[in-house]
């Protein structure tokens, strides 16, 4: 500290929006009222939305299942939200706010390397399809860019009566001709995506 | 309107000097010198892993069957690619600069050197303990820039919250007559992200759809309050110093400052158009992202202003560059956002790569490049080491080139996948509609991963590498301790 810094430190400004508590003050209550506004509240009102009639919260193995979406990070491939656009009717039904109430942590998602899946138990209610597209997707779809999932399964020379077996193409199976078994994780996955359901709006329902 | 200097201003010393203005040396205390260079090399360290991460990430599109195990799996290492960047890279070295920022301009060594140890310390622990648990398939949710599960984001609000109050004491404690415009968009930057971080967390109005309003909310905050305004803040350090001129306006400064803080929290939703979320909630987010050009137009252009007619500087240095890519694509990326926001336009753009071509133009272009700018502006004016002028043109043109040629390619994917849907074509022609375009991101991935490996060599030089006192620098005359 020189001479110059005693020509200033005798001379801070400390009032208005030169005191630095101003500014911490100022910020803190201008954001912490947005926050309020845009993200409490809206938060609150849309977290008590009814269900839609017919939509039930999730099996115990389904519960599960969703558990392996989330950790496995699907949502960042596949949406699920229809909207109430013409490219989107593919999917199902434009989504409502009532299809959501059982949906926590939400899966929205705003990417679709891959295609929307709310209406996917619907679409495609095969489990053999599931269990080989998991396996390997280009198996049953040439062009997918979709990762396999070989953990979710384990090979077995000899499978249990009670195993899942997955049959693959035979230039998709295991070398040794070992069987392709799913694990649990795999069969609450697809129990996960054949719940994947929307229930119709029908009379009495949420689109009225 | 323009502020000349005051007599005293944190810019006048500089003005007699006629050798270059970087070849000026900081009076820094060495422990200072020892917090920036720790929070550079750290950050330094996230931004080569998660880019490494990123690569990967982009060879696995033409490559699906390449590194199929679950720990290299896409949709482990993804939330990993954008939390690091984020949490590790651009928070721990815009922190930082800021923190140095904050020092310079109130004349005064960073206060609570303790508290900015903590903050380094907690920004580092959450993103080793993110990474690991999001690898193992654990995590809150795919919310983005939230994935990691409550107690590491608890950490991580913690090392913000440490961060600042070092900052803010720092400004509290200063010797310089007013507050720096700098300061106050960084000390807003660790208020506003503490009190998001806390939102986010608390789980009461989180369900179902009250989770999507909240999500909306908190990535966009996430990135605009957060980083935009620490990048700001340094910016308008960093350029006047640079330049050796005052800044255009200090009234564009205030004026970004407070419409950024009042717009920004408004957008969110524009993240989920079309969805059930209530229609004029979507419609507010859309016409408050029409507002933001007033800040993004007013910080910009207040920063082209400050440059103009000083060209044949920023020619002659190495970190001003940056500073302008930086702010070009701040304008370009942001302006692009609030088209990008209309719904005729995110009907088709909406759920396509478009938007990861988006946020790599602002979070990469804006974000990384500012940061960039800012330690090549600052870390030698410290340690007194500077890199060579090859290594930094290198890294400017690979990474110039490579962010622009991945924002052009997923700006083309995007387009054609929203086209595809729209003509009503199987997915498929979606998927392979953008192929071509993915394998073009691969390539300007690798450009930017080079060019990452050639900054990670720079910051070596500027902070481990062996002294340059040899005449080489100028001493600036110690006259006064500040700034």
């Known amino acids: 500290m020189g001479a110059a810094a005693g020509e200033t430190s005798g001379a801070v400004n400390r009032s208005g929006m030169n005191n630095v508590w101003s500014i911490v003050l100022a910020s803190a209550i201008v954001y912490g009222a947005l926050t309020v506004f845009m ?39 596949h949406s699920q939200v229809v909207r109430p656009l013409r490219q989107d009717l593919v999917f199902g039904r434009p989504s409502v706010a009532g299809d959501y109430a059982y949906s926590t942590p939400e899966l929205l998602s705003d990417h679709r390397n891959g295609p929307d899946l709310t209406n996917i138990g619907t679409r495609q209610p095969s489990a053999t399809w599931q269990y080989i597209h998991l396996w390997n997707p280009r198996a049953v779809v040439a062009g997918s ?16 009566p009670n195993d899942v077996v997955v049959t693959v193409p035979p230039s998709y199976a295991p070398s ?18 054949k719940a994947l359901k929307q229930v119709p709006l029908g009379k009495g329902g949420a689109g009225k | 309107m323009r502020i000349e200097p005051r007599p005293h201003g944190p810019f006048r010393t500089r003005r007699r000097v006629s050798v270059s203005v970087e070849l000026l040396r900081d009076n820094v205390e060495p422990e200072d010198i020892a917090l920036l260079s720790s929070f550079t090399l750290t950050a330094t360290f996230w931004l080569l892993f998660a880019t490494a991460v990123g690569l990967l990430l982009s060879f696995k599109f033409p490559y699906p069957d390449w590194a199929a195990s679950p720990y290299l799996s896409f949709g482990r290492l993804r939330a990993i690619h954008t939390n690091d960047t984020f949490y590790g890279w651009a ?46 398939g654990i995590n809150y949710g795919d919310q983005e820039y939230r994935e990691w599960v409550w107690w590491i984001r608890l950490i991580l609000v913690a090392a913000i919250a440490l961060s600042g109050a ?166 370009l990326g942001s302006t692009q956002g609030t088209i990008e926001a209309f719904r005729s336009l995110q009907s088709i753009w909406h759920f396509t790569n478009f938007t990861i071509g988006h946020s790599h133009a602002t979070m990469y272009g804006f974000i990384t490049f500012i940061a960039w700018g800012a330690i090549y502006a600052l870390l030698p004016r410290a340690t007194g080491k500077q890199p060579s ?24 994917a995007g387009t054609l996948q929203g086209l595809t849907w729209a003509a009503g074509d199987p997915f498929i022609s979606s998927v392979d509609a953008a192929d071509p375009y993915w394998v073009a991101r691969a390539i ?40």
Not at chain 2, 389 to 412: E, K, Q
Not at chain 2, 449 to 469: K, R
């Open chain 2, 389 to 412: 002028a090859l290594a930094t043109g290198l890294h400017f043109w690979l990474a110039t080139i490579g962010v622009t040629a991945y924002v052009l390619a997923l700006s083309v």
């Open chain 2, 91 to 136: 928070s721990i070295a815009l922190t930082g600069a800021a923190l140095y920022v904050g020092s310079r301009t109130s004349g005064i060594p960073i206060a609570g050197k303790r508290l900015a140890w903590l903050g380094l310390i907690g920004f580092n622990l959450a993103a080793v303990l993110g990474t690991i648990t999001l690898d193992l």
């Open chain 2, 444 to 483: 300007a991935g690798t450009m930017m991963f080079l060019a990452h490996i050639i900054f990670a060599y720079n910051v070596f030089v500027m902070t481990l590498g062996p002294s340059q006192e040899s005449g080489k620098w100028v001493r600036q005359p110690a006259k006064r301790a500040a700034p």
């Open chain 1, 176 to 193: 040794n001709g070992a069987a392709i078994v799913a694990t649990d994780d795999a069969r609450a996955l697809v129990a996960y995506l």
């Open chain 1, 39 to 77: 993200a409490v509240i809206p938060g609150t009102v849309l977290s008590r939305t009814k269900p839609t009639p017919g939509t039930h919260p999730l099996t115990a193995q389904e519960s599960r299942g969703r558990d392996v979406y989330v950790g496995e990070g699907c949502a960042y491939c």
């Open chain 2, 166 to 331: 070092a900052l803010v004491k720092t400004v509290a404690e200063r010797v310089e007559r007013d507050i720096y415009i700098s300061n106050w968009y960084t000390i807003g930057g660790f208020v506003f992200t503490i009190i998001l971080s806390v939102a986010a967390l608390l789980p009461q109005y989180q369900f179902g759809l009250g989770q999507v309003a909240v999500q909306g909310f908190f990535m966009h905050n996430a990135v605009g309050m957060w980083f935009t305004f620490l990048a700001l803040g340094v910016t308008y350090y960093a350029l006047p110093k640079l330049l050796n001129r005052p800044i255009y306006s200090y009234a564009l400064g205030v004026l970004g400052f407070w419409t950024n803080l009042v717009f920004y929290p408004i957008i969110g939703a524009h993240h989920f158009e079309f969805t059930p979320l209530p229609w004029w909630f979507q419609t507010l987010a859309i016409v408050f992202s029409v507002g933001m050009l007033v800040p993004v137009w007013a910080g910009s252009g207040n920063f082209f202003l400050t440059m103009r007619g000083h060209w044949e500087t920023i020619r002659r240095s190495y970190a001003l560059p940056f500073i302008v890519v930086g702010v070009a694509y701040y304008f």
């Open chain 1, 145 to 160: 860019i979709m990762p396999r999932y070989p953990w979710l399964f384990e090979l077995k020379s000899k499978s249990a």
